[in-house]
């Protein structure tokens, strides 16, 4: 049996979209297929595959008809690109000037990525770039060539495996139509006005672990995330912050709430009650986490999954993080 030949375009959208026009740019993407997935705040990406019988237009072209009608009808920019994955289309967008579309066909994915730099490639953030450039490993190219031994032995057995499918143009995850936005929410209210911030912190840690949980609980990961922490005189303070990259991990979701409640500088406030919210969800599967090539990274959510299989087998309180610990 062959498998079919995907075609994705990822769509780079040069305005500034209030939520309701970006809701309509999604309206006017169902209209060309029905498989469309927002990536917010100004892109989105389309699999044309099934789209392609119904117009008769090579992929190429159903992409320009799809920037035409995004032109003609809100007057919005766009950059595109067209490839075989959603990885593809990405950095093929990302290397197009605005209004321009480049198509990476199948067959040509080597050729085109070899002489790419390493930080085009997705999950490669400034301090693995660093250790690669250490390594002479300047291009995609460079790790194509270099044997998966070798790989291995310069950053462990999964980071490897990752760089060398990436490299390699590999990306099977499907584009996802996403459900109507959701949130999460833990809060906690406490027996009394505190004014202790070693109390403070141990209810905002133990909140960031429960949107943790529930996150992984229901395969979701989140971009922000919301502090409100409100007073025994019934005010309240609210702040926002975007996370690095989506996650939900709760080591990453507390340092980030913690953050937050550092940045308030409450000191001697009469607390009543914590909130935290988590919003932007997204499927877990949707977004690429970022490499790392420290070893306590990959244990640290080995653990994370062991200790979830733990719970859901023996109860929510069967393994809580130390700091919580009675």
């Keep these: 049996m062959t498998t079919r030949l995907r075609h994705i375009a990822h769509l780079h959208l040069h305005a500034a979209l209030s939520e309701a026009q970006y809701d309509d740019v999604i309206e006017l993407m169902s209209g060309i297929t029905p498989h469309v997935q927002a990536i917010p705040p100004n892109a989105v990406q389309l699999d044309l595959t099934s789209a392609l019988r119904y117009f008769d237009l090579s992929p190429y072209n159903v992409v320009q008809l799809t920037k035409l009608r995004l032109k003609a009808l809100y007057n919005i920019d766009s950059s595109a690109g067209l490839a075989n994955n959603r990885m593809l289309a990405a950095m093929a967008a990302d290397a197009s000037a605005p209004g ?22 997705p999950g490669i953030g400034r301090a693995t770039a660093e250790t690669l450039s250490r390594y002479g490993l300047h291009t995609i190219g460079q790790i194509i060539d270099m044997p998966p031994a070798t790989l291995q032995r310069l950053f462990g057995a999964g980071p490897a495996r990752l760089l060398a499918e990436r490299a390699r143009g590999h990306d099977p995850r499907p584009v996802t139509p996403l459900e109507p936005a959701a949130h999460l929410m833990a809060d906690l209210v406490l027996e009394r006005d505190c004014l202790d911030p070693a109390q403070h912190h141990r209810a905002v840690l133990g909140l960031a672990d429960q949107i943790g949980q529930r996150l992984r609980g229901e395969s979701q990961i989140t971009r922000r995330l919301t502090l409100t922490v409100r007073y025994a005189d019934r005010s309240s303070t609210t702040r926002m912050r975007t996370l690095p990259e989506p996650t939900n991990h709760s080591p990453a979701l507390a340092a980030t709430a913690l953050g937050l409640l550092t940045a308030l500088g409450l000191q001697r406030a009469r607390v009543r009650a914590f909130v935290i919210r988590a919003d932007g969800l997204l499927p877990a599967n949707s977004a690429y986490r970022q490499l790392s090539l420290d070893p306590s990274d990959a244990r640290a959510r080995a653990v994370e999954a062991a200790a979830d299989r733990a719970r859901r087998r023996f109860g929510p309180e069967a393994v809580r993080p130390a700091a919580l610990a009675d």
Excluded: K, M
Aim: hydrophobic share 35%; glycine share 4%.
């Design 100 to 121: 321009d579309t480049t198509w990476v066909p199948t067959g040509q994915v080597t050729d085109w990525l070899y002489p790419r730099p390493v930080t085009a490639l």
